[in-house]
């Protein structure tokens, strides 16, 4: 079957997390985005792995579902087109920082793991390691090969994914604390080591120029923080639905089971470009190597960001790609776009009322951003939504690109096209939503 997964997600035990963000809502944002598996994210915090057991039953082999009263309870906020099932798989983030090589290296890597038993006595070995009780995405000072090593003593069916590998700050390949390869970082257990994380300031085809990730598969999550930031990277599959069809999807890469990603407009990651943003300064790579790596106004190092440290590992020009890759689709989030047809915030009751008037008439936001007709979006009434659905997949669109901890800016109209196309529109008003989201604090990643 064909079906969209999300595994990098965060539960309200995270820092800088909704409050409310518990598996009800995740399941509920699940339907409405059209995703099918989430990753429970967290589980490694004895808490929120407390409400897993409480709150969830087996499902699938390896996989698990909400108990049905708890699912009756939250189809009440899902439209009825949005309905459908949703599975969770056993995910958790883990951030390791240690020493290796004289040389300090901080790194955030996801686990998988099969059932419920193996990932308890998982998480009760990290707990040597550092404090598992204070954040969901625990801090330990285990190198990350001892890490994926642990794993694998613990479940031969667990796996490890280093997560968005080229974010500057916890990342693999990143440029303040990374590795030059994955297997400078993993050493003999790379072998284990079957794909990795792109991260919302990169896609797969600035990957695609390093040879060295030529064996691994690119997946891409949307490492969500609150209901509404879910699937806003995710990941496309047809095969059956169970732990091991998915885990064995990414491990070979079949192109007919893993049908490629859903990703971010790179440009709009909050780090792809290199800058200082208490300077204003924003830089593309070759400004940066002009100056030195630093800031013209204060002279202090420059945030270093994805695309400069892409293109300090390339060994392929831009365009060119490896045999083995799979396609991927750049969406803007529906939020966003509805924030720019509207002329008003992203979390404004406005734009969330025509997030569920869209929803309710069309189907999940994911639906309608990667394969809803056109003339299907345009005949909901709302003035610009199917136009700026096309721009967006047509890439006609115009991006200020995010740095230095600072997301990007897209702008798909200019005001000149707005008058123009609007002017034989009228206003569109909605009815209150049902469904509302809470903001997550920013957080540096």
């Not at 997390?17 to 059209?34: C, H, N, P």
């Amino acid at each position: 079957m064909k079906f969209i997964a999300d595994f990098h997600i965060h539960s309200r035990f995270s820092r800088a997390t909704a409050k409310d963000f518990d598996l009800e809502k995740m399941y509920i944002a699940a339907q409405l985005k059209g995703i099918t598996v989430v990753g429970t994210g967290d589980f490694t915090h004895p808490g929120w792995f407390a409400e897993i057991k409480e709150k969830l039953v087996p499902a699938e082999p390896g996989l698990f579902k909400l108990k049905e009263e708890l699912e009756k309870k939250c189809n009440k906020s899902v439209p009825l087109l949005c309905r459908g099932k949703v599975r969770f798989i056993l995910v958790s983030e883990i951030s390791n920082i240690y020493k290796k090589n004289k040389k300090t290296r901080k790194n955030h890597n996801l686990v998988f793991m099969p059932n419920l038993e193996n990932a308890e006595k998982f998480s009760s070995k990290l707990d040597n390691f550092g404090n598992i009780k204070t954040d969901g995405r625990p801090i330990l000072g285990l190198d990350a090969r001892d890490l994926l090593e642990k794993l694998l003593n613990t479940s031969e069916r667990a796996f490890l994914i280093p997560a968005h590998i080229w974010t500057p700050w916890f990342s693999v390949l990143g440029s303040k604390s990374g590795f030059d390869s994955i297997k400078e970082c993993f050493e003999d257990l790379t072998p284990n080591i079957f794909a990795v994380e792109t991260g919302l300031s990169s896609d797969p085809a600035m990957n695609w120029r390093v040879s060295g990730l030529d064996g691994f598969t690119l997946i891409s999550n949307s490492d969500a923080h609150s209901p509404v930031k879910m699937g806003r990277e995710a990941n496309l599959f047809n095969t059956t639905l169970s732990y091991t069809a998915i885990r064995d999807t990414i491990k070979f890469g079949d192109p007919e089971q893993f049908l490629g990603t859903i990703e971010f407009y790179p440009e709009e990651g909050k780090y792809h470009l290199d800058g200082h943003r208490k300077c204003k300064e924003r830089l593309w790579p070759q400004e940066s190597r002009s100056q030195n790596g630093k800031c013209s106004v204060c002279q202090k190092p420059l945030t270093l960001g994805v695309l400069y440290r892409v293109e300090e590992l390339a060994d392929r020009p831009e365009g060119e790609s490896p045999q083995r890759k799979h396609p991927f689709y750049n969406v803007i989030p529906l939020v966003e776009i509805l924030s720019e047809v509207l002329k008003v915030g992203v979390r404004s009751k406005k734009v969330m009322n025509h997030y569920m008037f869209l929803i309710e008439k069309l189907g999940p936001e994911l639906k309608i951003l990667h394969k809803l007709e056109i003339e299907k979006i345009e005949r909901t009434g709302i003035p610009l939504i199917g136009e700026a659905v096309k721009r967006m997949r047509n890439k006609k669109i115009m991006i200020f690109p995010g740095y230095d901890g600072e997301f990007g800016k897209i702008k798909i109209f200019n005001q000149q096209e707005r008058e123009q196309l609007l002017r034989k529109k009228t206003i569109f008003l909605l009815p209150t939503a049902t469904v509302t989201f809470k903001k997550a604090k920013k957080q540096r990643l």
